[in-house]
């Protein structure tokens, strides 16, 4: 009885948790450029055309500016996600900003 109780919490707090969390993740890739535009920053990776990070003034742009040119110095690569669920990261897109840079 406890083990049925167990799964079903388990799967229902799943479901709930993935709900909650609609976002993008672009592809994992090296970054090439970053451009800093007025208060926009810009950015592009291998095989993927320019987005934007975000404006320079809001919570979070710097920190993930920091790791974008750490990435960039260093050679390694990134994923970049997006909080919309439909953002499409094929192509150029200024209007989406960042939400997570994760660096590898």
């Known amino acids: 009885m406890f083990k049925n109780v167990f799964v079903v919490l388990v799967f229902f707090l799943a479901t709930i948790s993935g709900e909650a969390v609609a976002r993008t993740d672009c592809p994992v890739a090296r970054v ?48 970049v996600a997006y909080e919309s669920d439909i953002y499409n990261c094929n192509v150029t897109d200024f209007s989406g900003h960042a939400f997570i840079v994760r660096t590898y």
């Open 32 to 79: 090439l450029h970053v451009q800093i535009e007025g208060k926009w920053v810009l950015y592009s990776q291998e095989g993927a055309p320019w987005r934007t990070l975000g404006d320079i003034t809001q919570t979070g742009t710097k920190e993930r500016l920091g790791a974008m040119l750490a990435a960039q110095m260093t050679g390694r690569p990134v994923m």
